[in-house]
T-cell receptor, first 113, second 110 residues
Framework: NAGVTQTPKFRILKIGQSMTLQCAQDMNHNYMYWYRQDPGMGLKLIYYSVGAGITDKGEVPNGYNVSRSTTEDFPLRLELAAPSQTSVYFC????????????FGSGTRLTVV | DAKTTQPTSMDCAEGRAANLPCNHSTISGNEYVYWYRQIHSQGPQYIIHGLKNNETNEMASLIITEDRKSSTLILPHATLRDTAVYYCIVRGANDYKLSFGAGTTVTVRA
């Protein structure tokens, strides 16, 4: 089991560029989440999904889009990168039926210049 | 979600027990207490969770007061690798989302 895999690990974007952060899990979890963490702060929920084809907004969705076409993958799209989106992005998943904790990926560190 | 209150930081001696307090005075009957930790630059790691009974696993013990308004995470024999930010989170059984606060920065010293 690889768990939750995020790519890339690091990326530098110029203002206005776009990119997709990839997240894949191999645990057959229905629930997946995207969080961002600014320096010295806690994690804030961007978007989440309770299953393929179903997504919903979290606390800070502006400037981001997601899709969930398969159980395994939950990509996060930044369309017009802004300096305020400089952050570390974490993807997570869980199987609510088991009421276990989330499994997090190792994160993507994004800098927008 | 009920809000939680944790100390900003605490130190612990290596080999000793670390007791991390958390207040959640507005917790409701169907809300669980979860603990996660985040070692520098890594993704958060699940530690333990409980509803009202005390819980123990290979990582830690969770003690929840009888009125459920507070809890304590116990790391029985702290090591240098336990240095991390520890988050206490309250979440309803039917709530998908975890809300992270600032947590407690725990530093284990040799």
């Amino acid at each position: 089991n690889a768990g939750v895999t995020q790519t890339p690990k690091f990326r530098i974007l110029k203002i206005g560029q776009s990119m997709t952060l990839q997240c894949a899990q191999d645990m057959n979890h229905n629930y997946m989440y995207w969080y961002r963490q600014d320096p010295g702060m806690g994690l804030k929920l961007i978007y989440y999904s309770v299953g393929a084809g179903i997504t919903d907004k979290g606390e800070v969705p502006n400037g981001y889009n997601v899709s969930r076409s398969t159980t395994e993958d939950f990509p996060l799209r930044l369309e017009l990168a802004a300096p305020s989106q400089t952050s570390v992005y974490f993807c997570a998943s869980n199987d609510r039926a088991l009421n276990y904790g989330y499994t997090f990926g190792s994160g993507t560190r994004l800098t927008v210049v | 979600d009920a809000k939680t209150t944790q100390p900003t930081s605490m130190d612990c001696a290596e080999g000793r027990a670390a007791n991390l307090p958390c207040n959640h005075s507005t917790i409701s009957g169907n809300e669980y207490v979860y603990w996660y930790r985040q070692i520098h630059s890594q993704g958060p790691q699940y530690i333990i969770h409980g509803l009202k009974n005390n819980e123990t696993n290979e990582m830690a013990s969770l003690i929840i007061t009888e009125d459920r308004k507070s809890s304590t995470l116990i790391l029985p024999h702290a090591t240098l690798r336990d240095t991390a930010v520890y988050y206490c989170i309250v979440r309803g059984a039917n709530d998908y989302k975890l809300s992270f606060g600032a947590g407690t920065t725990v530093t284990v010293r040799a």
